[in-house]
């Protein structure tokens, strides 16, 4: 509270949604505050066209800018692994029998997480983004992509080695989720 209390007295606010799945953190943010600019990156198409749908009005006036595609530490086209229960969509394939695994399937409330298929995922750095849309700040970074927040951090190399981004929030799986090389 103290973090966001301080950015309100600010009045043009920079978010980056980064694994935005269905949108749940850009209620958060537009709930926080009515000033910001909200950036999304979500590369899983079905995902993206419900916050489409979701937050068309604010997509309309310019308050959301919602991406088809992912955030990386380069720029191509990757595999992308998609499942029914979309909240663990990942570029990393899951590590079979991980307690992760049989978390989210009690989550899910199934018995397997029913894998539907590999996607070809675009791929971009944060900072080459930033370039491209001409922004020199962001106020908050919120980053859940599943196994692949180190690769979007070496993608934002730039903007995190020059203190401009003031606030990151990512999400750390402990123990093991995904399969990593």
Not at 41 to 46: A, I
Not at 80 to 108: D, T
């Amino acid at each position: 509270k103290f973090i966001f209390d301080n950015l309100k007295k600010k009045n043009h606010l920079i978010f980056f949604d980064i694994g935005a799945n269905v949108g749940q953190s850009i209620s958060r943010f537009l709930n926080y505050n009515k000033k910001v600019k909200i950036h999304s990156f979500e590369p899983t198409p079905e995902l993206h066209k419900i916050i489409k749908t979701k937050y068309a009005h604010q997509i309309e006036n310019g308050k959301i800018i919602i991406n088809n595609f992912a955030l990386g530490d380069s720029n191509k086209e990757m595999n992308f692994f998609s499942f029914e229960y979309n909240q663990i969509n990942s570029f990393l394939p899951l590590e079979k029998n991980s307690k992760f695994e049989i978390s989210r399937m009690i989550a899910a409330n199934k018995k397997g997480l029913d894998f539907k298929k590999i996607i070809k995922v675009k791929m971009t750095k944060l900072d080459d983004y930033c370039k491209l849309n001409k922004i020199n700040e962001i106020d908050y970074i919120k980053v859940d992509t599943q196994g692949f927040e180190p690769e979007v951090l070496k993608g934002a190399h730039y903007m995190l080695s020059t203190q401009k981004i003031k606030i990151l929030e990512i999400e750390l799986i402990l123990g093991f989720a995904y399969q990593k090389n």
